[in-house]
């Protein structure tokens, strides 16, 4: 079983708060990953960290930010929430490919319905 | 351009039927595909993961199967339960980057009758 969390589950908030979403793994991966998945989409990568202190923009474009100050946490901000922020955010995690082994799973964490108003 | 599509959007079948989901996908270069169970307003759970050697793989009542020169792929679910009734999603990883970036399908959205 997946030792990845997200908190809150659910979150209501109004327009223009700051809300950060946490992610903690306790498998100690190497990378870490936020995804962006509105009902019946797929999901899009908006982050990812190779580890501690790297972060990255993927591939669609969000106004959120992340950090990666320890290994296990890579919380995920939005300075300013709109309505169109309103989204399911999924984080994830992997540990790194060796020689001996390619095949890295991806675990993910039971996601955050965010709904802002 | 890296694309994963999956077939049928959704599906409706009794309880105890069997049933085929469908991946075709234009990653390239090609690391492994996966198949991923997600429950509603939850986190996807893998269920098969297969690189390009494997043509075949099991997991309890679900069978993925891979087929690298055409690039497709399929998920059969044998004697369907009530709790088979989520979205099952093929992500492909590809191996050009470091980063072995994942391709996400839309998933089929299976729902089981009693």
């Known amino acids: 079983e997946a030792d990845i969390y997200q908190t809150p589950r659910y979150l209501v908030i109004g327009t223009g708060k700051k809300i950060t979403l946490e992610c903690s793994q306790t498998?100690?991966?190497?990378?870490m990953y936020w995804y962006q998945q509105d009902p019946g989409m797929e999901l899009h990568l908006i982050h990812y960290s190779y580890g501690v202190n790297s972060t990255e923009k993927g591939d669609l474009s969000s106004e959120s930010t992340v950090s990666r100050i320890r290994t296990e946490h890579f919380p995920l901000t939005l300075e300013s929430a709109r309505p169109s922020h309103t989204s399911q955010y999924l984080c994830a995690s992997s540990v790194g490919p060796t020689p001996s082994r390619t095949n890295t799973e991806a675990f993910f964490g039971q996601g955050t319905r965010l709904t802002v108003v | 351009k890296n694309q994963v599509e999956q077939s049928p959007q959704s599906l409706i079948i009794l309880e105890g039927k069997n049933c085929t989901l469908q991946?075709?996908?234009?990653?390239?270069?090609?690391?492994?595909l996966r198949w991923y169970k997600q429950d509603t307003g939850r986190g996807p759970v893998s269920l098969t993961i297969m690189t390009f050697s494997e043509n075949t793989k099991s997991n309890g009542r679900y069978t993925a199967t891979l087929d690298a020169d055409t690039k497709q792929s399929s998920l059969h679910i044998t004697a369907s339960q009530l709790s088979d009734s989520a979205s099952y999603i093929c992500v492909v990883k590809d191996r050009g980057s470091t980063l072995g970036r994942l391709y996400f399908g839309r998933g089929t959205q299976l729902t089981v009758w009693p």
């Open positions: 991946c075709n996908y234009t990653v390239s270069p090609f690391s492994n």
């Open positions: 498998m100690g991966h190497d990378k």
